[in-house]
């Protein structure tokens, strides 16, 4: 079976202890998290995780309807590429006089779309935003021809391509159902 990279997506309050309880969950089906994002949602004292993984339709359903048992968990669900809005920022830390015995550094700037977020004698710290595959050329460019003296990425951070969130349909909902709108 193919596996397709999925984006999933947890909502829950700001818990201690709750990372561990759902990243044992895919640790037990064997399942390596790519990339893992958490940040205060849209509302306010909900949180909302970002978890990608490779996995075929069946295992990422089967996992998110785990997740979405757990008592702490308000929604769980997963989405593929196309019904999203996604990014990932990269920095990358070049040495200065590698940097500058290169040239002009406008054409990789423009080519990029990179900013420069620290320039010193000793060291150059580019950001780039963009998908997996832009930040990774940038790395690979870079340490071919410069060298790369460190460099981090950090987790997708996606939103939907709907006009709201799933949490926010099934918060209305509640309200609803118990008249408390």
Known sequence: MEKT???????SENSVGLLGQITIIFTR???NIETLSVSPSAIKG???FTITIYSTLDVVTKVVQQIDKR????????????????QEIALYKIATDKLLAKGSIE????????RIM????NFVVFQKAGHYEETQQL???????????????????????????????????????????
Do not use: C, P, W
Not at 107 to 114: A, E, N, P, S, V
């Open 71 to 86: 008592v702490d968990i308000l929604k769980a669900y997963f989405n593929t590429d196309d019904e999203l809005i996604f």
């Open 46 to 48: 909900i949180h909302k």
């Open 5 to 11: 990279l999925y984006t999933l997506t947890v909502f």
């Open 118 to 121: 620290e320039m010193n004698e």
């Open 139 to 181: 790395f690979s460019e870079l340490s071919e021809t410069i060298g790369v003296l460190q460099f981090i990425r950090s987790g997708r951070v996606a939103i939907t391509k709907s006009k709201v969130e799933r949490l926010t349909d099934m918060l209305e909902g509640i309200q609803t159902k118990y008249g408390k709108k």
């Open 29 to 31: 089906r064997g399942i």
């Open 107 to 114: 054409d990789l700037i423009r080519k990029y779309h990179i």
